[in-house]
């Protein structure tokens, strides 16, 4: 492995890899924190579904994120976590900024469908969010990377000026900055 070196403790990946009975330890340059809190836990990461991983990580890269390696991980978690191929294979990539931990991972075949479609009308992650200085500016960023802003639901929340919009793969994210006078 290149770069920094950082053990990963992630129940998406190492969690399920010790559950069918893999050893190894994967490691990343980027990545969740290897140490735990005193109760002997820590949150890790939250992990996203995406059908183009390079294409992906362009656009949260353009949010800021610094990305770490590629990693293969065993067909057998890809098929733990919902891959129907017989012959399906599982990447991943982490992505961090701010101290939080995205996970983007792509299945060989990819999946289907979007998973986040009409999320906040559907049990599990309903959006990701930014706090940012200038909506507008990030609004930009977003649709110049290759996602989506849904500027009907543009709103004004006391100071706060609130615009949702969605990466390449559709998961919803929330931009919210100073609402302007």
Do not use: C, W
């Not at 980027?30 to 995406?50: E, K, Q, R, T, W």
């Amino acid at each position: 492995m290149t770069g920094k070196i950082s053990l990963i403790i992630g129940a998406s990946a190492i969690g399920l890899a010790t559950l069918l009975g893999s050893a190894q330890i994967v490691r990343a340059d980027v990545g969740p924190a290897s140490s735990l809190d005193a109760d002997g836990a820590m949150f890790a990461n939250v992990s996203i579904s995406v059908a183009d991983l390079d294409k992906s990580t362009k656009f949260y890269q353009a949010l800021g994120f610094e990305a770490g390696d590629v990693h293969a991980l065993p067909g057998a978690v890809a098929k733990v976590l919902g891959a129907k191929g017989a012959d399906a294979k599982l990447e991943i990539r982490f992505l961090k900024r701010d101290g939080v931990v995205l996970e983007l991972i792509h299945f060989t075949p990819a999946a289907p469908k979007k998973a986040s479609a009409g999320s906040a009308s559907q049990l599990g992650l309903a959006h990701i969010a930014f706090r940012v200085d200038s909506v507008d500016r990030i609004a930009k960023i977003v649709r110049d990377n290759g996602g989506k802003t849904l500027d009907a639901g543009r709103t004004k929340l006391g100071s706060m000026d609130i615009l949702f919009a969605t990466d390449p793969d559709g998961t919803h994210i929330e931009i919210a900055g100073p609402a302007k006078s």
